[in-house]
C-alpha cells in the first residue's frame, strides 16, 4: 500500500458502521494496512467526525439504524466535497449499491468481503481521491494565467509547463514564431495564447488554412485584389493581412503554402507592404505573424519546397508542441475538462470516469492527438447511462489502451499491453488468483496491484469460485 504523492502522511479515514463486530473488524483491518482510522456508530457520530477533521475516504454501511449510507453519502459531500465514500451492503441490496454509485459513491463492497478487496478498493479511493484534489490545484494555477490567454492549455506535466513559459516570454513580443506539433495537438491554441499574451490583445486575431484553398484564391484571401483582377473579380477585397492590422495573423500549416506563394509572403514580411493582386499601390500593414505546421520545415528546405530564406523569417522562434502521448500526466486533466464541457453543451449531468476507464485513456498512444481525446471524452458523456463512464462506454482503440490507425505505440504502452496480455491469459488458466500469481511468478498482493494499475476486469475469485463482483 502506497500513501501516493502526499509524503508519508497516513490516509485518515471514516467508518461508519453501527454493528459494532463489523465496525471494530474494518478499524483493525485498515489499521493492519496502515491507514488512520476513526469510527461513527450512525449519522450524527458521522457528521461530527466530519465537522471536525478532514478525511480521505468514508466507508458507511448502507443500512444504519440511525440514517442511511446514502444520508452519509450527501453529508460528506456537502462537508468535504470531493472525499470518496465507498458503501458497505448486503447480498441483498446490490441494487442499492448501484443507486449509490449513480449519486457519487465511489465504490462498493458486498459484505462478507476479503480483505485483499477492501485493501485494493481503499487503495483505489484514496489514489482517486488524491488525484482529484491534484486536478483542482492544477484548475487553480490555470486560472492565474487568464491575462496570457494560456489558461485554455491545460496541462501540468513537465512538457507543457515548459511550452507555457516559453509563451509566456514570447508573447510580450512582436517576434515571428513558428508552431511546429502533429496534427490535434492544439497549435492554434497556442497562436491564439501568443495573442492574447501581447500589445496586441484588442486587435484582431485572423487565421488562415494555407492548405484548405488553391493557390490562386489563397492569394487572394491573404492579400486581396481588385475589381476585374480576375474572372469573377466582381468587387475590389481587402486581403487577410489587411484584415489583421495592428493584430496577428495565423497562418496555419504554412508548409502547404506554394512557392510562388511563399516568395509573396517574404516580400510582406520584409516590407510590410502587400500589394493586392492586380493592383499597383502596395498598402503598409502592421502585423505579427504566427505560423504553424506539423511538417519538418527543414526538411521541406532541404527538398527545396519550402524556401529557406522564408523558413528563417518564419522561424526566429520556434514552439513546439508535444503530442499527448508524450504528456500523459495530462490526460486526466484534459479529460475532466472535455467531460465538463460536452456535459454542459448536451444538456447532461456531469459524469466522473471509472478508475480502470481514465487507466485505459491514459495507456492509449493518442494518434489523433488532445481532438481525438476531445472526440472520444464527448461520446463517451454520450454513452454512460449513469454518472460514471466505465470501460464499455470508450471505443475499441481506447478501450484496448492501445494506438490506432497503425501509428508507432509508445515503448510504455506496448508494456502495459503485454502485460495486460499476461495476466489474462494466467487468469484464465487458473482457479484463483493465487494460482494466476504464481504462475506470473509474483505475489498475489502485486497481482492485485497491477490489476488496478492496467484496468483489468476481476478474474476468478481468490477461492476459486465465481469472478468478483464490482470494479476493480
Not at 238 to 254: K, N, R, V
Not at 260 to 269: E, I, M, P, T, V
Not at 285 to 297: F, S
Not at 378 to 397: C, F, K, S, Y
Request: aromatic share 4%; net charge neutral; hydrophobic share 45%.
Amino acid at each position: 500500500m502506497s500513501d501516493g504523492g502526499e509524503g508519508a502522511r497516513r490516509a485518515e479515514i471514516l467508518v461508519v458502521e453501527d454493528e459494532a463486530p463489523m465496525r471494530h473488524l474494518l478499524r483493525d483491518e485498515l489499521l493492519d494496512l496502515g491507514y488512520a482510522v476513526e469510527t461513527a456508530a450512525g449519522l450524527a457520530e458521522a457528521q461530527l467526525q466530519l465537522d471536525r477533521r478532514a478525511f480521505e475516504l468514508v466507508i458507511t454501511d448502507l443500512a444504519l439504524g440511525e440514517g442511511s449510507g446514502f444520508d452519509v453519502l450527501a453529508r460528506a459531500g456537502e462537508a468535504q466535497p470531493g472525499v470518496p465514500v465507498v458503501i458497505l451492503t448486503g447480498r441483498g441490496t446490490i441494487d442499492d449499491a448501484v443507486s449509490a454509485i449513480k449519486r457519487g459513491a465511489f465504490d462498493f463492497l458486498q459484505k462478507p468481503f476479503e480483505s485483499e478487496r477492501l485493501a485494493l478498493v481503499v487503495e483505489k479511493a484514496i489514489g482517486w481521491g488524491r488525484k482529484s484534489r491534484e486536478l483542482e490545484l492544477v484548475r487553480r494555477d490555470h486560472a492565474r494565467l487568464v491575462a496570457t490567454g494560456a489558461n485554455r492549455m491545460l496541462g501540468n506535466g513537465v512538457a507543457m509547463r515548459g511550452l507555457l513559459q516559453m509563451i509566456r516570454q514570447v508573447a510580450a513580443t512582436d517576434t515571428t514564431v513558428l508552431i511546429q506539433g502533429e496534427s490535434g495537438t492544439g497549435k492554434e491554441l497556442v497562436a491564439r495564447a501568443l495573442h492574447e499574451g501581447s500589445r496586441r490583445r484588442a486587435r484582431p486575431f485572423v487565421a488562415v488554412d494555407c492548405g484548405a484553398l488553391q493557390a490562386n484564391l489563397l492569394a487572394s484571401e491573404m492579400f486581396g485584389h481588385v475589381r476585374g483582377a480576375f474572372t469573377g473579380a466582381d468587387s475590389a477585397r481587402q486581403g487577410l493581412f489587411q484584415a489583421a492590422h495592428l493584430g496577428t495573423l495565423f497562418l496555419d500549416e504554412i508548409g502547404n503554402l506554394p512557392l510562388d506563394l511563399q516568395a509573396r509572403l517574404l516580400r510582406a514580411l520584409q516590407e510590410r507592404r502587400v500589394r493586392p493582386i492586380g493592383g499597383n499601390a502596395e498598402r503598409e500593414v502592421d502585423v505579427r505573424v504566427v505560423a504553424a505546421t506539423n511538417r519538418d520545415l527543414a526538411r521541406s528546405v532541404a527538398d527545396g519546397s519550402f524556401r529557406e530564406d522564408l523558413y528563417y523569417r518564419v522561424a526566429v522562434v520556434t514552439l513546439q508542441v508535444p503530442p499527448l502521448r508524450d504528456r500523459r500526466e495530462d490526460v486526466a486533466l484534459l479529460v475532466e475538462h472535455f467531460a465538463r464541457a460536452a456535459a454542459a453543451r448536451l444538456g447532461k449531468a456531469e459524469v466522473r470516469f471509472a478508475p480502470s476507464a481514465m487507466a485505459r485513456l491514459e495507456a492509449y498512444g493518442w494518434p489523433g492527438n488532445v481532438r481525438e481525446l476531445a472526440n472520444v471524452v464527448e461520446r463517451a458523456v454520450i454513452m454512460a447511462t449513469d454518472r460514471v463512464v466505465r470501460d464499455v462506454d470508450l471505443p475499441q482503440p481506447a478501450r484496448r489502451g492501445s494506438p490506432s490507425n497503425g501509428s508507432v505505440e509508445t515503448l510504455d504502452a506496448a508494456l502495459a499491453r503485454a502485460e495486460r496480455e499476461a495476466i489474462r491469459r494466467a487468469l484464465s488458466r487458473s482457479r484463483s488468483k493465487a494460482e494466476a500469481a504464481r504462475a506470473l511468478g509474483i505475489s498475489r498482493r502485486a497481482l492485485y496491484d497491477k490489476l488496478a494499475r492496467l484496468g483489468l476486469e476481476a478474474g476468478p475469485a481468490p477461492d476459486g469460485g465465481e469472478a468478483d463482483r464490482g470494479p476493480l
